[in-house]
């Protein structure tokens, strides 16, 4: 079993940044993939960016690249999401995810999800 608890959301406003963070605890692989995903009202959750556990390496959806950073730390239990220039398209409830997840992008293979953070950011 993996837990994960997300934090760090918050009401900031357009162009301001947040810094998300995920706390990872129990049994981990370094093969993992270790995702963060937002909802927002009435759509559908959507890939934002993730990182292989072991590798660190990062994969991004194409609407965040330059403004979003994926990151863990070395002792690999606690996850990040940097955020800059944020817009209000930004709203969203962000999940942390942790899973076999063969393919990063997607929600396929990530068995774990922490409950969420609230982004909200006004123009």
């Known amino acids: 079993q993996v837990q994960l608890v997300e934090s760090g959301g918050g009401l900031v406003q357009a162009g301001d940044s947040l810094r998300l963070s995920c706390a990872v605890s129990g049994r981990t692989s370094t093969s993992y993939g270790m995702g963060w995903f937002r909802q927002a009202p009435g759509k559908e959750r959507e890939f934002v960016a993730a990182i292989r556990w072991g590798s660190a390496n990062t994969y991004y959806a194409e609407f965040v690249k330059g403004r979003f950073t994926i990151s863990r730390d070395n002792a690999k239990t606690t996850l990040y999401l940097q955020m800059i220039s944020l817009k209000p398209e930004d709203t969203a409830t962000y999940y942390c995810?942790?899973?076999?997840?063969?393919?990063?992008?997607?929600?396929?293979?990530?068995?774990?999800w922490g409950q969420g953070t609230q982004v909200t950011v006004s123009s």
């Open positions: 995810a942790a899973g076999p997840a063969p393919w990063p992008t997607r929600r396929l293979g990530y068995d774990y």
